[in-house]
C-alpha cells in the first residue's frame, strides 16, 4: 500500500492484481471528488497516467465509533453495527470475523457477557492506529516530522507497522513513542 498526504485528503494506492489496483481517497470534504484529489497526489497522479479505470468511482462516509454495549438480552452486533473503524486502517472486515468468532463462542457456551469485554479489546488497536493516522490530517509540518523520525528511526516505523496488523503489544511501544515524540520536537 502506498499512502499520500494531500492539502485536502489522504490517498491509498494498493495493488489488487498483477496489472490493476485501487486507488481510494479519505477526505473530511464530503463532495471532494478522485479527479480533484490527484491534483494533491503529484506522484500518483503521474504513477497513474495512462491508467484506464475498470471500475465507478464509489464512496462512503468512514468514522470512528466505539459503542457502550454491543449486546444485550439474546442480541448480539458485529462488524460496523457494533461501532466503525476509520477506513484508514483497513481493519474492518478482519475485525468483523475475529468478532464473529468470539461471539460464536460466546453463543456455544449460552453466555453473551464474555463478548462485551472480547469486542473492546479486538477494537482497542484498530481504534488507536486509526486515531494517531488521523492526527496527521491537514497537518503538513506534523506528517513532515513523522516521516523524518521514521526515516532516522527505521525500526520504530517497523514496530508501528508490526503493532497494526496485530504482531505486536502496545507494550512494546513505551520507548518507540518516546523516540517518536522527542523526533517530533527536534527535527
Known amino acids: 500500500m502506498e499512502i499520500y498526504w494531500g492539502k485536502h485528503s489522504q490517498g491509498y494506492m494498493t495493488a489488487v492484481s498483477g496489472d490493476e489496483v485501487c486507488v481510494a481517497v479519505a477526505s473530511r470534504h464530503p463532495g471532494l471528488r478522485l ?19 475498470t471500475s465507478a468511482e464509489r464512496g462512503a462516509i468512514t468514522a470512528n465509533r466505539q459503542l457502550k454495549r454491543v449486546w444485550r438480552g ?16 483497513g481493519d474492518g472486515l478482519g475485525l468483523s470475523f475475529s468478532q464473529a468468532a468470539v461471539l460464536a463462542n460466546c453463543l456455544s457456551r449460552g453466555d453473551l457477557t464474555g463478548y462485551q469485554a472480547a469486542h473492546r479489546r479486538l477494537s482497542f488497536r484498530p481504534l488507536w492506529m486509526a486515531r494517531l493516522m488521523l492526527m496527521l490530517d491537514g497537518r503538513p509540518r506534523i506528517q513532515r516530522r513523522t516521516l523524518q523520525v521514521f526515516r532516522k528511526h527505521p525500526d520504530v516505523f517497523r514496530r508501528l507497522l508490526a503493532l497494526h496488523v496485530g504482531n505486536l503489544s502496545p507494550i512494546h511501544l513505551a520507548m518507540d513513542g518516546l523516540t517518536l515524540g522527542w523526533g517530533l520536537l527536534t527535527t
Not at 35 to 53: N, Q, T
Open 35 to 53: 479527479e480533484r484529489s490527484l491534483r494533491d497526489f503529484s506522484d500518483l497522479s503521474e504513477r497513474l497516467s495512462g491508467a484506464v479505470a
Open 74 to 89: 439474546n442480541v448480539a452486533l458485529v462488524g460496523d453495527a457494533s461501532g466503525t473503524v476509520d477506513a484508514i486502517t
